[in-house]
């Protein structure tokens, strides 16, 4: 496994196959500046070795080249030849700047749909329903522009970006990459749409002002977490498909080593403290949780780390791995200054997560449970509810090690990339059957592609983008998407999760309360 792992670092998400051409995507960026030149030029005339194998092989490869390890075939039914489509970004260059036209646009899945989506899918229905009577005008759109970093618009397959403010960091280039990953895993299905993109970190439109005789005026936006008092519609961030300016990689990649990382400690063997490790200086509450770090005056069973990132990046990485961070039985999620990227590693870590309260929430975060994914902590009164927590888990270790595991199932398996993009495409086409015009093209967009996004990068960006490329259409259809909750439903479930945090409360206030009685 591991061989096969070095073989083909371009893992292979989408199904039973692993393709040949996966060769040439052996990421060179891997190896940044850790090989010599000889190193480097030996490794080259691999790749381009490789790379013409590669040429020889694709377009179309027959059947699968590990088809015999009898564990991948379910069906006896053929699987289709698999068609490849690689990006050559020499073949972009000779072609100029401009995107190429051979895109695929048929949609021919071997299997037919059979699975039903994870539940967390439902809240699509609900992040939509401020546009469910009105539809979706233009002229909500032109109200949102203000509030957007970009427009984006899909026509007959091609993708358009007016571009309006410059985002922090990249997250827009890798945002607008999963979009485009998600038109080459299923081609010809995301439909014609026009949306707008906010990718910073507060949340824009609240729901307050449109209310009454204004909820026709509500712009539809785009963005990566939502509130209670919020209509943004929640869309996957960019870490997904990686986050260059600090080195984590795309999601899949991630995992992966993550998941490796975890066995190099047993949830026994871990320090028996809460763990968290960040920049504080982002938020109120962060500073807060501060308070509880070990001090000369008491214990509160908690281990805080500051990350200055800037001296990470001096560092090259090298001492603040997110896969060396499993070392300790139980890891804080706390917010910045609205959700965190971080929750998705903290729970991958097979430790019980300690959960402060959030008040906003991703696209996957509203469908888990207190108790059974994780263990819930008050805003205020974090530091009595962390010690309690830890000393809780250290007594009880079984059913610590239970909701650890259970929220590193929950982020391994409903969190899958293929979920990702099975969310992005029924949000997308969900949302453009709201839509009461048809999208065109405005005059100020530029059509983006693969090529253009990806061959004038550079470092860690290229490499990830690479690395998260889509290399073909996905042999089966997205899965069901499960109807609307009712009303009553998500009351209940929300009324759920406020009992099991009271009662946790209670437990915490009544284990208070005694060693209050006893210190006195
Ligand atoms: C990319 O295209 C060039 C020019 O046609 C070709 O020589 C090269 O082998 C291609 N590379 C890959 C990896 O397919
Ligand atoms: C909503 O309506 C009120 C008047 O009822 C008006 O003052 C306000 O500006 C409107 N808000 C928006 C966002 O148009
Ligand atoms: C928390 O306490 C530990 C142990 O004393 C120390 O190493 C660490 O730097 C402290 N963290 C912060 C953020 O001050
Ligand atoms: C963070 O690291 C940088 C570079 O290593 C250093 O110059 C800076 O003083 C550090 N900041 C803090 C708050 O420690
Ligand atoms: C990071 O680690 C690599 C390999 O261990 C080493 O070659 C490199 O010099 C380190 N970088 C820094 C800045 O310490
Ligand atoms: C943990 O066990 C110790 C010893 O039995 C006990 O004193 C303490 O109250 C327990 N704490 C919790 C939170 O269960
Ligand atoms: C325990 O005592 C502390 C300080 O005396 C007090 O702040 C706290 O509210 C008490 N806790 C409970 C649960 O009564």
Redesign the pocket.
């Given at each position: 496994m591991g061989e096969h792992a070095k073989i083909f670092p371009g893992f292979w998400p989408y199904g039973d196959q692993v393709i040949l051409g996966c060769i040439h995507n052996v990421g060179l960026g891997r190896f940044k500046g850790l090989v010599s030149t000889t190193a480097f030029l030996f490794l080259f005339s691999f790749v381009l070795i490789a790379a013409l194998f590669n040429w020889m092989q694709v377009p179309i490869i027959q059947g699968s080249p590990l088809a015999h390890m009898s564990f991948t075939s379910r069906s006896n039914k053929m699987p289709h030849e698999r068609v490849e489509f690689p990006l050559n970004c020499s073949i972009a260059a000779l072609q100029g700047k401009k995107c190429p036209n051979k895109y695929p646009s048929v949609f021919e899945p071997d299997e037919s749909s059979t699975e039903t989506c994870p539940d967390y899918f439902r809240w699509i229905h609900q992040d939509l329903q401020q546009w469910k009577t009105s539809g979706i005008t233009e002229d909500m759109i032109e109200r949102g522009k203000a509030s957007a970093h970009f427009r984006l618009v899909i026509v007959g397959g091609n993708v358009y970006v007016e571009k309006y403010t410059r985002p922090y960091q990249t997250r827009d280039v890798f945002t607008k990459w999963g979009i485009l990953q998600l038109l080459r895993l299923y081609p010809g299905k995301v439909p014609d749409l026009d949306l707008l993109f906010y990718s910073g970190d507060e949340t824009k439109i609240m729901r307050s002002d449109y209310q009454g005789p204004n909820s026709t005026l509500a712009p539809p936006l785009f963005h990566y977490c939502g509130s209670e008092e919020t209509l943004d519609i929640v869309f996957p961030d960019w870490t997904f498909w990686g986050w260059a300016e600090v080195n984590i990689m795309p999601w899949e990649d991630m995992l992966r080593a993550i998941k490796k990382g975890r066995k190099r400690t047993k949830w026994e063997q871990r320090e028996p403290y809460a763990f968290w490790k960040g920049n504080p200086h982002v938020a109120k509450n962060r500073l807060d949780l501060m308070k509880c770090n070990l001090s000369d005056q008491y214990d509160w069973n908690v281990r805080l780390y500051?990350k200055?990132w800037?001296?990470v990046v001096?560092e090259g990485f090298n001492y603040s791995k997110l896969e060396d961070q499993c070392t300790y039985r139980y890891k804080i999620y706390i917010e910045g200054s609205t959700w965190s990227v971080s929750k998705k590693y903290i729970l991958a870590c097979d430790s019980m997560t300690l959960m402060i309260k959030p008040r906003y929430f991703d696209f996957f975060s509203r469908s888990m449970v207190p108790m059974q994914h994780y263990w819930p902590i008050r805003r205020q009164d974090k530091c009595r509810d962390l010690k309690f927590a830890v000393e809780w888990g250290n007594n009880h270790t079984q059913q610590a090690q239970d909701i650890g595991k259970a929220g590193s199932k929950f982020i391994e398996e409903i969190l899958t990339m293929r979920n990702v993009y099975n969310y992005m495409f029924h949000l997308l086409n969900e949302y453009s059957k709201l839509l009461k015009y048809k999208p065109m093209v405005p005059s100020k967009a530029r059509r983006i592609c693969v090529e253009s996004t990806a061959c004038k990068q550079k470092g860690v960006w290229k490499e990830f983008l690479f690395q998260s490329l889509v290399k073909s259409p996905s042999h089966k259809p997205p899965c069901e998407l499960p109807p609307p909750y009712e009303p009553q439903a998500i009351q209940a479930s929300m009324d759920k999760i406020d009992n099991v945090d009271k009662q946790v409360e209670n437990w915490g206030n009544v284990y208070w309360n005694k060693l209050n009685e006893t210190n006195q």
């Open positions: 500051y200055n800037s001296k001096d």
